[in-house]
């Protein structure tokens, strides 16, 4: 079974520059997360989906960041205008909401490190 | 207000002896955690987890405790081995999959 696949692995921009990020997850997972990750820290939720539908994005720099999952499938994260501080690593992990337990473990990919000069 | 707390961020432990790894957490809306681990340039990749309905989960070499009324919850690691050696996060939901918080992790090495 394939696993979470994410590109680019790495992004060097300058602040005030738009970046994007893509994720595929596991075939057949209906849900499906982005984390910024920050050196040195824990994995930070910034939005998930279920098939297309957000349910989450209560964390997410909604003035500059963006995400879609058009046709609930894969998905892509935006960043515009980037900042120093969004240098960090950015995660998509996937879920198969199939059993109460099941939908509980995430797959993650791994990842995409942007670095903001 | 970080709900998940791993204060200790570092770990060093003698291969074949126990790792201990602790996490607190402060919201009692919390009903199911998980403990991921992580290698250099990877994804994290789940371990194990419990549900807030039990006290311990076993799964071969990993063990993890869960005490509510603390809102603690560890993981043990028995016999610890150099392969182990990785940085470990605790995560906790509510709603059995919903708003997902890890906490800051904490780096294991296993001594040979």
């Known amino acids: 079974e394939a696993g979470v696949a994410q590109s680019p692995r790495y992004k060097i921009i300058e602040k005030r520059q738009s970046v994007a990020f893509w994720c595929n997850p596991i075939?057949?997972?209906?849900?499906l997360y982005w984390y910024q990750q920050i050196l040195g820290q824990g994995p930070k939720l910034l939005i998930q989906?279920?098939?297309?539908?957000?349910?989450?994005d209560s964390q997410l720099p909604k003035d500059r960041f963006s995400a879609e999952r058009l046709k609930g499938v894969d998905s892509t994260l935006k960043i515009q205008p980037a900042k120093l501080e969004d240098s960090a690593v950015y995660l998509c992990?996937?879920?198969?909401?199939?059993?109460?337990?099941?939908?509980?473990?995430?797959?993650f990919g791994a990842g995409t490190r942007l670095s903001v000069l | 207000d970080q709900q998940v707390k791993q204060n200790s961020p570092s770990l060093s432990v003698q291969e074949g002896r126990i790792s201990i790894l602790n996490c607190d957490y402060t919201?009692?809306?919390?009903?199911?955690f998980l403990w991921y681990k992580k290698y250099p340039a990877e994804g994290p990749t789940f371990l194990i987890s419990?549900?807030?309905?039990?006290d311990k989960n076993e799964d071969g070499r990993f063990t993890v405790f869960l005490n509510k009324s603390a809102k603690h919850l560890s993981l043990h690691i028995v016999p610890s081995q150099p392969g182990d050696s990785a940085v470990y996060f605790c995560?906790?939901?509510?709603?059995?999959?919903?708003?997902?918080?890890f906490g800051p992790g904490t780096r294991l090495s296993v001594l040979p």
């Open positions: 419990i549900s807030s309905i039990k």
């Open positions: 989906f279920q098939n297309n539908g957000v349910v989450d």
């Open positions: 919201n009692s809306m919390f009903d199911y």
């Open positions: 992990a996937s879920s198969d909401i199939r059993g109460q337990l099941a939908k509980n473990i995430q797959y």
């Open positions: 995560a906790a939901t509510k709603n059995y999959g919903q708003n997902f918080v």
């Open positions: 075939s057949g997972h209906a849900t």
